[in-house]
């Protein structure tokens, strides 16, 4: 009996666990450009038009390999909108109700497919390093979850930077070397450029059209889209910035988007390529001497430390964890984040940087404008749909505990021990940012006083309660009880005032 195979936008590997266990002679791919899915966030042009371009791409590959493909494009007249809608279609048009799936990364279309009325099979997504049982059984009985203990089973398990059963070196991470800022006089190689092809052409067109109003530029146009592309993305990192990636990790530089980051993100996102192979070519450049360790273990601890126990969280905590909000932040995300202007140099940096490349690295992610929303009390819904919107790599599993958890503490402490949060002091030491401001960030009070540095105050002490008690923390909360009565009071007034022009639609 024939099966429908559904490959989703970030299924795009040959070695799918649906495409594994398909058979190539009786069954039927299925793979849809689908409103639905372009649409319940308003992603970036860039993201679009890199999925819809890799999944034509794909499809006509798994054509060449002798499959059966049913795709739809999005503007055919009979496609049917929705993913679940589309397999109905199919099953129809075949004349079958059976429909072989890997798990989506997402639970909203988990339950869509369940609650199809076709008899579905969801195998598991064994591109991870780590299955949900696997990470069940880490997490049961542990009070608290920290990467780093996690990180150390992922490396026994796969062998990468062991030296027998010792961490290559003798420890198991050298991020002490690393988080120097970067200066602008370095040499750096950018991620390689796209090459144009009519595919792609015509994918730019389509989303030219059809988007005309979501948030970001769509050309130039630099993602690579499909498999060869990306290897050779991974592999101009390796070769041109992995040696530094350690050291200026953390770094900020006005124009320069990249730094010694990979840019790989949305092509592992997307299937395009795997952990694995991204760590072994890693490994090999340091038993080469091309790398230094401090940068290929900082590298790989991303890899199968941070990204595998962001997913296993996701997943462990369930489909309500995007909604939760435990210091009950109720501030709307101000238009500067949609590209509005702000004096906040640093924002704008990592705005505008954003509405141009749909990419932007981790610590501008992290201390800048997810800094700024916790610091500000910003509802942390309205981050997660912006950070799920407008990056290229961003796709719910990944992006939900980085954003909810990691960066705006609204589940309460599950991903982060302590809330990300910084005055403009580290902003300063890590970037250029400050140099150009309208704010002065050594001004800790007046006209020109850095909004981070106030708000700091404003956000620790609007959650005394709630963080005092935290051995982490508890020195800010004696620095500020040491600070002389009048400046307190007018540290948090100012920063309440701040808040209020901000919400109000004024320029700040
Ligand atoms: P590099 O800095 O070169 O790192 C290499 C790889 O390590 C990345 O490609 C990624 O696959 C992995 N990695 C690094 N840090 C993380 C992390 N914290 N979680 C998961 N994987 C990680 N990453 C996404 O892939 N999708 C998202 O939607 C996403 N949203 C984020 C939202 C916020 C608020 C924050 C703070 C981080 C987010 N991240 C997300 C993590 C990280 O910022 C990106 O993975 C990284 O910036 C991608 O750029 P790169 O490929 O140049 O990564
Ligand atoms: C991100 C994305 C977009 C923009 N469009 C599609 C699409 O039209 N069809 C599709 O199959 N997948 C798309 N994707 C990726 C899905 O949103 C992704 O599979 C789910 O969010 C689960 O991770
Ligand atoms: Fe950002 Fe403050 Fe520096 Fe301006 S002074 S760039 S607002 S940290």
Same mark, same amino acid.
């Given at each position: ?123 598991? #997504? *064994?591109? %991870?390093?780590?299955?949900?049982? $696997?990470?069940? /059984? ?5 009070? @608290? !979850? ?37 200066? #602008? *006089?370095? %040499?750096?190689?950018?991620?390689? $450029?796209?090459? /144009? ?5 015509? @994918? !730019? ?304």
């Amino acid at each position: 009996m024939v099966k429908l195979v559904l490959v989703l936008g970030d299924q795009l590997s040959t070695g799918l666990s649906a495409l594994v266990q398909a058979d190539r002679d009786s069954d039927v791919i299925v793979m849809a450009e689908v409103a639905s899915e372009a649409g319940y966030v308003p992603h970036h042009p860039k993201k679009i038009a890199f999925t819809f371009t890799a999944m034509r791409k794909f499809a006509a590959e798994l054509c060449d390999k002798g499959w059966r493909v049913a795709y739809t494009r999005l503007d055919d007249p009979e496609n049917a909108g929705s993913i679940p809608s589309e397999l109905l279609r199919r099953a129809e048009e075949f004349g079958t109700s059976t429909v072989l799936a890997t798990e989506p990364g997402e639970w909203r279309l988990i339950e869509a497919l369940r609650d199809m009325p076709l008899d579905l099979t969801l195998l598991p #997504d *064994d591109r %991870f390093l780590c299955s949900h049982e $696997e990470f069940e /059984r880490w997490a049961e009985g542990r009070k @608290v !979850l920290r990467m780093e203990y996690f990180y150390r089973e992922i490396r026994r398990k796969t062998g990468l930077l062991m030296d027998g059963d010792k961490p290559e070196g003798g420890k198991w991470n050298y991020d002490h070397d690393n988080r120097k800022p970067a200066s #602008d *006089d370095l %040499f750096r190689k950018g991620p390689p $450029e796209a090459r /144009r092809d009519p595919v792609l052409d015509e @994918v !730019l067109d389509l989303v030219k059209r059809r988007f005309p109003s979501n948030f970001g530029a769509l050309r130039p146009f630099y993602f690579q889209t499909d498999r060869a592309g990306a290897l050779r993305a991974l592999n101009h990192f390796i070769e041109h910035a992995l040696p530094e990636f350690g050291p200026y990790q953390d770094a900020m530089l006005e124009g320069d988007p990249y730094l010694y980051h990979a840019v790989i993100g949305l092509y592992l996102n997307a299937g395009l390529l795997g952990p694995m192979e991204i760590c072994e070519k890693a490994e090999a450049a340091y038993r080469d001497g091309h790398a230094p360790l401090n940068s290929v273990e900082g590298f790989i601890r991303q890899i199968i430390g941070w990204r595998e126990y962001i997913r296993g969280i996701y997943f462990l905590e369930g489909p309500e964890y995007p909604q939760r909000n435990a210091l009950n932040h109720q501030r709307k995300l101000p238009a500067f984040y949609w590209g509005a202007e702000t004096r906040m140099n640093c924002v704008a940096q990592a705005v505008g940087q954003t509405r141009d490349l749909a990419y932007a690295h981790h610590i501008q992610r992290l201390m800048v404008t997810g800094n700024f929303a916790l610091l500000a009390g910003i509802n942390p819904h309205e981050v997660h749909e912006w950070y799920l919107a407008v990056y290229a790599d961003a796709y719910e599993w990944v992006e939900a505990p980085n954003t909810v958890g990691m960066s705006q503490f609204a589940d309460g402490g599950v991903v982060a021990s302590k809330p990300y949060v910084s005055s403009g002091a580290y902003i300063d030491r890590m970037s250029d940012y400050c140099r150009n401001c309208h704010y002065r960030v050594k001004d800790k009070t007046g006209a020109r006083a850095c909004p981070f540095n106030l708000l700091y105050w404003h956000f620790l002490i609007r959650h005394r309660e709630r963080f005092e008690g935290n051995p982490r923390m508890a020195q800010m909360y004696r620095t500020f009880d040491r600070m002389e009565e009048e400046r307190r009071t007018r540290v948090l007034e100012e920063a309440e005032d701040f808040l209020e022009r901000m919400s109000r639609g004024d320029l700040v």
